[in-house]
């Protein structure tokens, strides 16, 4: 009675306390935050950033079936062309501002007047390529192959100046520690984008076909075709947009021009790395259509390779909420070196199991995924496990990187990111001509897995840790002996050969509880 007597009042006062705070999430980040215990930390943000990130992703991957049905591959492809071109943009546009707002709070108490001069900074950059596009759109349009379209590539700049800008107060919740806030806003945005698709694509397109006269009907033109998908995207980065104001404009910080030199300092050669990991990523889906010999229809190659690539999106959606959660984590546990590089070898030992789990998952079972893209696109299915694998290289790069982040040298992560895109251009320009599409399946590969081994020799040499290669090896030797077995055990009955590979999994997930059971038990009880 004592005891309760004492601890009562202590727990109420303290649970009136977090629920009166400001952030809707400061119950679920009390949990998280005061536990002392770093693994169960990065694994309770990983979580709630995944969880947004799946949701958020797999709502958006179900608009494939929808494109795939509504536009033959030749438009698909345009769409598929277009927005690579956003994602090497949006790497400009933000100059790895992100990383340098990290580093920085880290750095100072004022982390305020970071956030304002970081924002400060990209918005006026953002502004200013949004005149520039608009001054030569017809010579910027004709630029990329897409003369007569020069509406599509405006919008398109529009969206990637407004989602540029507003990387940075995303930076800011992931830097506070407010998941629910940050998946909130995520999810509201994509969820007005799905709305808007399925409002014109299928409800007014419907209507319109069945020779309707009313005003959905009205609302849908098929001249403007795949012009929908851009001008929804622009609807939904706007209204994101709209929901961070409060998190833009309740800074109290100033601009610091010294600290904008010192950030830029940092940051650009991070930008190299964006950019040539945008190379890596989407140069293929760039140079398809040029590449490729005038006897195959470019464009509706480009397609179906699109389209496969997104049946990766698992592994995709992985990486990034990793990487949402692991980018500040390391950061603020950047002072205690002794501890951390134990801890970020442990976390590096997981992140290659369930990226390994995930590859498994997706091809013991593709022949369930499949069924989201028109039969039209099956042929392409051959560049999944490609992809797959590379991806999961990209995240194990991510996860190698912190070396040169933690030390101040981001100009290694630039030369590991130019090398990489020179495989990419090489292997690109040499066999895409010959092989098509599954050339560049291989050069993300090649590309992902030789920036993943210089990176690890580097390093070694300037923050080792302890990683553990050979229990690494052992993981992916035994998943991809399991991955053959599923494609040459010959079994034809559907439902058969979902069993015989769901047991091919739990033999997988079996291996795993047994060598890393005890291991993990220990490190969530760990204080």
Sequence with gaps: MALRACVEPLCVTTFKNITKQSHPESFVNFVVMTSNNPFKRLAGETAIYGLSSIIGKLLNWLLVPLYVRVFIPEEYGVVTNLYAYVAFLLVILTYGMETGFFRFSQKTDDSSRVFSTAATSVFGTSVLFVIVIAVFLPHFSS??????????????????????FSSIPFARLRQQNRPLRFAFIKLTGIGINIFLNIFFLIICRQQQLNGAENMLANLYNPEIGIGYIFWVNLVSSSVTLLLLLPQIFGQRGRFDMKLLREMMIYSLPLLVVGIA????QNLDKLVLPYLLPESVNALAETGIYGANYKLAILMTMFIQAFRYAFEPFFFSRSKDSADSRKLYADIMNYFIIF???????????????????????????????????????????????????????????????????????????????????????????????????????LGRKHYPVPYNLKRAGIYALLAGVLFVISQYHGIEY????IGVNTLLMAVFLGFVVRKEGVKISKLVRKK
């Design 355 to 457: 990226g390994l789990l995930i590859f498994l998952g997706v091809m013991l079972y593709i022949d369930i995924i499949k069924i989201f893209i028109e039969e039209s696109y099956f042929e392409g299915l051959k560049v999944v496990p490609i992809v797959l694998l590379a991806n999961l290289f990209l995240g194990i790069f991510y996860n190698l990187s912190l070396w040169y982040k933690l030390e101040d040298k981001t100009k290694y992560g630039a030369r590991l990111a130019l090398l990489g895109s020179a495989i990419t251009l090489a292997i690109n320009l040499i066999f895409v001509p010959k092989y098509g599409y599954l050339a560049s399946a291989w050069a993300a590969l090649i590309c992902y897995f030789t920036m993943t081994a210089a990176s690890y020799w």
């Design 143 to 164: 630029l990329i192959g897409y003369a007569g379209m020069e509406q599509y590539v405006m919008i398109l700049a529009g969206i990637v100046a407004i989602d540029a």
């Design 494 to 497: 559907f439902w058969l050969k």
């Design 277 to 280: 990991g945008q190379i890596n």
